[in-house]
C-alpha cells in the first residue's frame, strides 16, 4: 500500500482519540484532571498501537526502508555520473 505512513497515523491518532474518550467517560473531566487525562490516554495509546498495530508499523517500516535505499541509489549513480564527467573532462585537458 502506498499510503502506510498515513494508515498508520491515523490509527494511531483514533486510538489516542479512543483513549482520551474512554478515559473521559471513566471520570476524568475537571480542569485540574486535564494533564492527567492527557498523560493516561498517551500512554494507553502507546501500549494499544504497540500490541495491535504491529503488521501496519512493520510494513510502514519496510515502505521507509525502501524509499530510503531508492534515494541512496539515486545519489550512488549521481555521484558515479558526477566522477565520470570529471574524469571525461580531464581527459580532454591532460596536465
Known amino acids: 500500500m502506498k499510503n502506510t505512513v498515513l ?3 491515523v490509527m494511531r491518532l483514533m486510538i489516542f482519540l479512543l483513549s482520551l474518550i ?3 467517560l471513566l471520570g476524568l473531566r475537571s480542569q485540574d484532571q486535564q494533564p ?5 490516554a ?3 495509546s502507546v501500549v494499544v498501537s504497540y500490541v495491535f498495530l504491529r503488521r501496519d508499523r512493520d510494513a510502514m517500516t519496510r515502505r521507509l526502508e525502501a524509499k530510503m535505499s531508492e534515494r ?3 545519489r550512488r549513480e549521481a555521484v558515479g555520473e ?4 570529471e574524469d571525461a573532462e580531464l581527459g580532454d585537458h591532460p596536465r
Open 7 to 9: 494508515r498508520y497515523t
Open 36 to 40: 492527567l487525562l492527557l498523560g493516561a
Open 22 to 24: 474512554v478515559f473521559w
Open 82 to 85: 558526477d566522477e565520470e564527467a
Open 42 to 44: 498517551a500512554v494507553a
Open 72 to 74: 541512496a541509489e539515486r
